[in-house]
Every structure is written in C-alpha cells, then in structure tokens.
C-alpha cells in the first residue's frame, strides 16, 4: 500500500514537499511516479524516480519547480513543489511499478500500486 501526504493550500510562489510512504513491502526497485488530477481534467504525469539509477523524468511544465527524490532506508518518495502556480492546483497520486520501462513512465496504467491522493491548492 501507498500513502501520499503532504498537501495542502499555499499561495502562488510557495512550496509543499508530498511524501509517498510504502507499508507492506519495500520499493527500493520500483519506478514511483506522481500523477495529478485536476478537477474536469484527465490525470496526467508529473514526475518519476526510477528504482535502481534513481534517473528522474519530469513534465515540462514542472522542470526546475518540482523535484522527485527517493529514500530507500525509509521506503518513501518525496515530491519538493517550488514556486507553485494556480495551475498546479490538483489531486497528487503517487503510484509505484516494477518492471516500467522508461518508455511507459508517463502511462498511468505501467503502475500497479497507488496512493490515495493529497489535495495541493495554490491560490493567486
């Protein structure tokens, strides 16, 4: 099981870091990835870690904002949101798989665990 936290409501400019826990089994080798989810809008791909290089892939509208890091020893992964935007306002998943390939980071469904979602509101 995955258990995302972290969100909250910030102004335009601010930072929230969301934390993706893993209980049950370690996922030191999985590709975790964070997913959002915008009220009327499709979930889309925001960031991914890869398990063994800890090689990172961003959506562009995030690079050099948001940063996806990883620690094993606490089986968490961490999304640090820099200078958040009203348009980053979503739903965040965090979603783990094993056996994604790099190609298939950005699909949804190359993941086979997620977490419930935290609510990230940024206001003008």
């Known amino acids: 099981q995955l258990q995302a936290s972290g969100g909250g409501s910030v102004q335009a400019g601010g930072s929230l870091r969301l934390s993706c826990v893993s209980s049950?089994?370690?996922?030191?080798?999985?590709?975790v990835a964070w997913f959002r989810q915008a009220p009327g809008k499709e979930r889309e791909f925001v960031a991914s870690?890869?398990?063994?290089?800890?090689?990172?892939s961003y959506k562009d509208s995030v690079k050099g904002r948001f940063t996806v890091s990883r620690d094993n020893a606490k089986n968490t992964v961490y999304l640090q949101m820099n200078s958040l935007k009203p348009e980053d306002t979503a739903v965040y998943y965090c979603?783990?798989?094993?056996?994604?390939?790099?190609?298939?980071?950005?699909?949804?469904?190359?993941?086979?665990?997620w977490g419930q979602g935290t609510q990230v509101t940024v206001s003008s």
């Open positions: 049950g089994q370690t996922f030191s080798s999985y590709v």
């Open positions: 870690i890869r398990g063994n290089s800890g090689f990172t």
């Open positions: 979603a783990a798989g094993r056996g994604v390939i790099v190609s298939n980071e950005r699909n949804s469904r190359a993941y086979d665990y």
